[in-house]
């Protein structure tokens, strides 16, 4: 099946632009409860897999030795906006571990958060990779390496790190990965149906009613998640705010080119959708749109606003149109 269109853009009056792609919303029992486009679409889930990233750090119990914070995890599972808070957590975790900046395998780039970013360049300052939205990824990473071994070349794919991480992934998923690639910040990235991974955050969103060792790790990430909104993304940002408007009821992660997840533990359902043409402002939408049709949302929300329903505005503030959910996609007639 080909993606179908999830977000329209208006302007003037007149259709201007449609994104397309693909979604499913999913019951931990399997119960397929929506699609739309073809689930069975292969992807690179990108950063929106990062608590199965986490998942072997907690449950191989490395997370509990180093005595982990909920905190600490939820950066963890973080694509963060290099804010004072992000990057003082990171160094502070590494300092922890006896380690530092140049034991890091993301890569530096210059932070997401604005003031951080105004500040580094007034002071002439290059980033270091704490900055990098992945470092609490990678601290994770380093803290499992820490307990598994393998050298300090963590994001190698046959490194024992990443070994764990695929097994994780195929054992959540329920699939044999499709694949792999090089993701922004250097660690694999493993490929599977946009259907394997609504059936994974549907198990992260059940974990809490389910017991051994995996659930527990599951349940305790999701946790971190809700209960730490401002470390998962940063302020402004969709993944903190729309937790924060859900009040805890959602955990939600983005990954680059348009991938959003969900975890939904009081549903018991898991989300996952990508819009194809990799516009983030379309995942957002068509995330937010879900949310609110499944009741999580009231659709006056500020947040419903911010990333659906608000005016879209130039450089002068003029309103020059809006998004809309195109007709079919999340309860729209």
């Given at each position: 099946m080909a993606a179908v269109p999830m977000v329209e853009v208006w302007r003037g009056g007149l259709l201007e632009g449609v994104h397309t792609g693909h979604?499913?919303?999913?019951?931990?029992?399997?119960?397929?409860?929506?699609?739309?486009?073809?689930?069975?679409?292969?992807?690179?889930?990108?950063?929106?897999?990062?608590?199965?990233?986490?998942?072997?750090?907690?449950e191989s119990g490395a997370a509990g030795a180093a005595g982990l914070t909920d905190a600490q995890l939820a950066l963890a599972c973080a694509s963060h906006s290099g804010a004072a808070v992000h990057t003082r957590m990171a160094r502070d975790w590494l300092a922890g571990l006896g380690l530092g900046d140049d034991d890091l395998r993301c890569g530096a780039h210059m932070p997401l958060d604005q003031t951080v970013r105004d500040q580094m360049i007034r002071a002439g300052e290059a980033p270091c990779q704490v900055h990098n939205n992945c470092s609490g990824k990678h601290c994770g990473f380093l803290t499992l390496a820490g307990r598994i071994g393998g050298g300090p070349e963590y994001v190698e794919p046959g490194h024992p790190v990443q070994a764990a991480v695929r097994a994780a992934t195929e054992e959540v998923t329920g699939e044999t990965v499709a694949g792999w690639g090089i993701d922004g910040c250097s660690a694999p990235n493993f490929a599977v149906t946009l259907h394997g991974l609504a059936r994974a955050m549907a198990g992260f969103a059940s974990a809490s009613g389910r017991g051994g060792t995996r659930a527990a790790a599951m349940a305790r990430l999701?946790?971190?998640?809700?209960?730490?909104?401002?470390?998962?993304?940063?302020?402004?940002?969709?993944?903190?705010?729309?937790m924060r408007a859900t009040g805890g009821r959602a955990a939600l992660k983005t990954g680059a080119e348009a991938v959003y997840v969900a975890m939904l533990p009081e549903r018991e359902i898991g989300i996952a959708l990508k819009v194809m043409d990799g516009a983030s402002r379309a995942s957002e939408?068509?995330?937010?749109?879900?949310?609110?049709?499944?009741?999580?949302?009231?659709?006056?929300?500020?947040?419903?606003?911010?990333?659906?329903?608000?005016?879209?505005?130039?450089?002068?503030?003029?309103?020059t149109g809006n998004l809309r959910l195109a007709s079919g996609f999340a309860g729209q007639p």
């Open positions: 979604a499913i919303v999913l019951h931990a029992d399997g119960d397929v409860i929506a699609a739309w486009g073809d689930p069975a679409t292969v992807i690179f889930p990108r950063s929106s897999c990062k608590m199965i990233q986490a998942l072997p750090l907690v999701v946790r971190a998640m809700t209960a730490y909104p401002h470390l998962v993304a940063g302020e402004g940002r969709a993944c903190t705010e729309l939408a068509a995330i937010t749109g879900l949310l609110v049709w499944l009741g999580l949302l009231d659709p006056g929300h500020p947040a419903v606003g911010r990333f659906l329903t608000g005016p879209q505005r130039n450089w002068r503030g003029l309103v």
